[in-house]
Nanobody, 112 residues
Framework: QVRLVESGGGLVQAGGSLRLSCVVT????????MGWFRRVPGSEREPVAS???????YYVESVRGRFTISRDNDKNTLFLQMDRLKPEDTAVYYC??????WGQGTQVTVSA
């Protein structure tokens, strides 16, 4: 059974940093495209960053240059380094593997 567990969220002041982790069990992240999404209350979940099987990355315009997606295949873990955080980055962040598998989410709150 595939399971994704995010961690690393929390409360941070604007301009600060957080590093999210997504540990995957039951499947090898090296075989799939991986991504981070976020959702604010009342809105749809939106893509933030993704990484293909061969390492190609994509970032939504609003986080480009501030966020970095990476993965450690040996630890079967996906990361999202978030720097220069802004209040508008406040959301629940979700990890996704392939097209079907999601984590439960981790809350990120950025205070002004």
């Amino acid at each position: 059974q595939v399971r994704l567990v995010e961690s690393g969220g929390g409360l941070v002041q604007a301009g600060g940093s957080l590093r999210l982790s997504c540990v995957v069990t039951g499947g090898s992240i090296s075989q799939y495209a991986m991504g981070w999404f976020r959702r604010v209350p009342g809105s749809e979940r939106e893509p933030v960053a993704s990484m293909g099987r061969h390492g190609m990355t994509y970032y939504v315009e609003s986080v480009r240059g501030r966020f970095t997606i990476s993965r450690d295949n040996d630890k079967n873990t996906l990361f999202l380094q978030m720097d220069r955080l802004k209040p508008e980055d406040t959301a629940v962040y979700y990890c996704k593997m392939a097209t079907d598998y999601w984590g439960q989410g981790t809350q990120v709150t950025v205070s002004a």
